[in-house]
Every structure is written in structure tokens, then in C-alpha cells.
């Protein structure tokens, strides 16, 4: 079932607004939160903390915490992730998330994004050919 994604503004319903939302607020949410609300807060600078050097853990815990939350909004979720050391620049990390998510109606939404990161701290994020957000 599709599941709206509650914000201060009131209820998301679009499914790719869900998505943005999610990816917002996952790669905005930093480890002290996590802890503040004992691991309730999903974040990716706390999986970044716990998986050190180790990016084939950080992958596989980035796409399990991804996979839990689309399907908390959708009634199917495939994801996939993968996180590898910017050429250009070694201190900064990209992730690459695609998902296939088919709502409780039969709608199909196939999400790309890439997420550039520095010290688990999101810098850039895109989706598709799209900036969601940027510092």
C-alpha cells in the first residue's frame, strides 16, 4: 500500500515527492540525531560512521536501510546501491541509488539518483538529470 510521507507542510502523496522526501531526509540527518532517538532516525552518516573504510558494507547497509523505507511507503521496493571514492576528489564519496517501486495502484516508478557525499554529509544530490538539492 502507498503510504503518504509526513512533513511539517502535512502529507506527501506524489510518489516521487516520497522519494525526494526520503532521500532528504536520510542524507540530511546526521549521526548525532540517530543517537539523540535511539537509531529511530535513519541516517547516512551514521551508517558512514559505522562502516569506517568499508564501502561494501556501507553499500549493503545504505540499500537495507533504503529498501525499509520505500517499502514502508510503497507496496513493492527493488533497490540497488552503490558507493565508490570520487575520482576527482578521494575525500568525497558517490552513491548511486536506483529503485524500482510500484505503488498499491500498479504504478511503476523507476528512481536514479546520485548522491555526492563528504564526511557522510551529503553535498549534491540528483535525480536523474534533476538537483534536488545542493549545498
Not at 511539517?8 to 515527492?17: F, H, I, R, Y
Not at 546526521?30 to 569506517?52: C, E, I, M, P, T
Not at 565508490?84 to 510500484?102: G, N, P
Request: net charge negative.
Amino acid at each position: 500500500m502507498t503510504v503518504a510521507f509526513t512533513t511539517l507542510a502535512g502529507p506527501v502523496t506524489e510518489p516521487d515527492k516520497i522519494c525526494d522526501e526520503l532521500l532528504m531526509a536520510v542524507f540530511a540527518s546526521d549521526y548525532s540525531q540517530s543517537n539523540a532517538f535511539l537509531g529511530n532516525v535513519k541516517s547516512f552518516q551514521f551508517l558512514v560512521h559505522r562502516a569506517g573504510d568499508n564501502f561494501r558494507t556501507l553499500a549493503t547497509a545504505t540499500e537495507s536501510m533504503f529498501k525499509e523505507l520505500f517499502t514502508m511507503h510503497f507496496a513493492i521496493a527493488t533497490v540497488n546501491v552503490d558507493v565508490r571514492v570520487m575520482e576527482s576528489d578521494k575525500a568525497k564519496i558517490a552513491v548511486t541509488l536506483s529503485a524500482t517501486l510500484t505503488t498499491d495502484t500498479g504504478q511503476v516508478l523507476d528512481l536514479a539518483s546520485q548522491i555526492i557525499t563528504a564526511d557522510g554529509k551529503a553535498m549534491e544530490i540528483l535525480v536523474g538529470d534533476r538537483q534536488l538539492w545542493k549545498i
